[in-house]
Structures are given as structure tokens and as C-alpha cells.
């Protein structure tokens, strides 16, 4: 049996915490949560604990939310776990925290490292167009994902899968990764392989401003990049003045590179606005299949086509 610290803040943490609590294949004990403090969250700004505490306080469990985990290396200590599990917790551990559980901290990346290091592997999988991805279980050290790996579990990214789908998909697989290293960890069976740098990529933070359609670019890179950002942080473009209505946001959800189709010279023309949305590209045609204008619900092209003018010719901004 081994004491577990679970360090976590993200939903993609949620099964596999679940499938520590539920003891089902394995003994170990969850000692404690470690998680964010509550934040405010939506227009009235409630505030509201991340749904790991949630869980935690649920089942029992003590929770530690510091704003600085850096600054309560006595209260962890104070555990006594022999495994820290890191998943999606929001916060760099420095050495001094590291160096606590007695046989190290695991953390579990949504990604195959080295491929893909930082704070979004997941759209960055499908924005470069990856066959495949998973979740890596690796040794944590004070680098950003630069520990030794300890278990790789693969999974294929499908056509149709959105940053939200997979995300769900691999907080749906990490689970199994996460136990199988753990018996790994108890049995001092363990592996450590060591990354290799020179493969490595690094996917930054995103912001809204990442999602901002730059229609020079290929249309199958930008059907890459809404299929990635969707749900966060979404892509989105500007649709010009019409009829003395002001120019307004547009978002894009869906859409699909044209086959063959002839791009017009100067990207960002609409090609087409009768049941289909078509926009010219640096390379190529997009066809945007579901949008959302500023102040509206989202909804497919043919149903935004009849509400609002939008006439070939017009250039995208």
C-alpha cells in the first residue's frame, strides 16, 4: 500500500483521482488533495472550489489549498506520503517540495514526451496534425516535463477529435497508466528512461488571442487549429460592416478544408454564402460549418447565412 498525495486542478484529473478514492484493483490511501485556492468564476464571479476538492471533501478527504505550495513544505511533509501524483495542478513545485515523498513525485502529462512539453499538449497534438498522442506517467524534477519516463500509454487522435474529445479521452485513459505505475513504484520495479531533448516541442499557454484566424495560412492548418482550439480558446475572425450594422467577432467551430478548390488571390474572401460558408485561404478553401456571431448562440452556416448578410466578395478580417 502506498500513501498518496494527489496534487491536482483540472478536470483531466477528476477519473484518475476517482480511481484512487475507489480502491478498485488496489489498496493505496489518498492521505490528501492538494489543489488551487477558489476562484471566481463566471459574470457574477462565485466563487467555486475546483471539483477535485469537491470529490475530495466528498470522500473524506483532507484538502490543502495554498496559494503558494512552495510556502507549506512543513504541513506536506507532514503527510507522509510515499508518492506525490501530479496531474494538471497549476503550479511549478520546486525542489524543496519535490524532494518530500519518500519514492518521488509522479506526474501524469497529457502528451507522449518529449513531444509536446508545457501547458497544452493536447491542442497542440492536433494542431500539428499528430496521428497519435496519450498520456505520458513520468518522473517529475525541477525542469518543465523533463523527468525520466516511467510509462507512455498511446492513443490515436481520430479525424473528428476536438481539443474538448480528446481531453476527454485521455482523462478517461490516465487512470489505468497512473496504477499500473504506481504497482511499478511498490514493487521497485519502476523504469526511468531518460527523455531525449532533441525530440522535444513545446506547447505555451494559450490565450484568446492564440485563436485569431489568420486566413494567409493554409486552409488545412486552420481546419487543424479550430479543430484544436475548440473548445478553448476558440477561433475566431471579424466579419465586416453590413448595412450600417458595425463590424462584429465572428466565431468558427466547425469547419472543413474544400477539396480542389481554387483559393481566391486575396485570403480571407467569401467564396460562397448561400447553404455553405466558404472563406479563400493562403493555400486552399475553407468551408465553416458552424458559427457563432458576437451577442449570439452558435449555429450552423446555412442557418447564420439567412439571418444576417454576408455576401461573396466580402473580405474576412
Known amino acids: 500500500m502506498l500513501r498518496i498525495a494527489f496534487l491536482g486542478t483540472g478536470d483531466i484529473g477528476l477519473p484518475s483521482l476517482e480511481a484512487l478514492l475507489s480502491k478498485q484493483g488496489h489498496d493505496h490511501e489518498v492521505v490528501a488533495v492538494v489543489t488551487q485556492p477558489d476562484k471566481p468564476v463566471g459574470r457574477k464571479q462565485v466563487l467555486t472550489p475546483p471539483e477535485v476538492k469537491v470529490r475530495a471533501l466528498a470522500a473524506g478527504v483532507p484538502v490543502l489549498q495554498p496559494e503558494r505550495i512552495r510556502n ?76 525520466d ?27 489505468e497508466g497512473l496504477l499500473r505505475a504506481l504497482a511499478m513504484v511498490e514493487q521497485g520495479t519502476a523504469p526511468r528512461i531518460k527523455q531525449n531533448d532533441a525530440l522535444s516541442t513545446h ?52 469547419a472543413g478544408v474544400v477539396p480542389d478548390a481554387e483559393a481566391c488571390p486575396t485570403p480571407g474572401t467569401i467564396l460562397r454564402a448561400d447553404d455553405h460558408l466558404l472563406v479563400s485561404c493562403g493555400q486552399g478553401v475553407l468551408d465553416l460549418t458552424e458559427v457563432q456571431l458576437e451577442g449570439r448562440k452558435r449555429m450552423s452556416a446555412r442557418d447564420f447565412l439567412q439571418g444576417r448578410a454576408a455576401e461573396v466578395g466580402m473580405v474576412l478580417a
Open 72 to 147: 507549506e513544505v512543513e504541513k506536506l511533509k507532514g503527510l507522509q506520503a510515499d508518492v506525490f501524483v501530479v496531474i494538471a495542478y497549476g503550479q511549478i513545485l520546486p525542489r524543496t517540495v519535490l524532494e518530500i515523498p519518500r519514492l518521488g513525485c509522479l506526474n501524469v502529462h497529457a502528451s507522449l514526451l518529449p513531444r509536446h512539453r508545457g501547458a497544452s499538449p493536447i491542442q497542440a497534438a492536433i494542431r500539428e496534425g499528430d496521428a497519435e498522442t496519450g498520456v505520458t506517467i513520468m518522473w517529475m524534477d525541477e525542469g518543465l516535463d523533463t523527468g
Open 149 to 175: 519516463i516511467l510509462l507512455p500509454v498511446p492513443i490515436a487522435i481520430d479525424p473528428s477529435d476536438t481539443g474538448g474529445v480528446l481531453h476527454d479521452k485521455l482523462a478517461a485513459l490516465a487512470p
Open 203 to 254: 506547447s505555451r499557454k494559450l490565450e484568446r488571442v492564440h485563436g485569431k484566424l489568420d486566413w494567409t495560412r493554409p486552409a488545412k492548418e486552420l481546419a487543424l487549429l479550430i479543430r484544436a482550439y475548440n473548445p478553448w480558446p476558440g477561433t475566431y475572425c471579424l466579419l465586416p460592416a453590413v448595412g450600417g450594422a458595425p463590424a462584429l467577432q465572428l466565431k468558427v467551430h466547425q
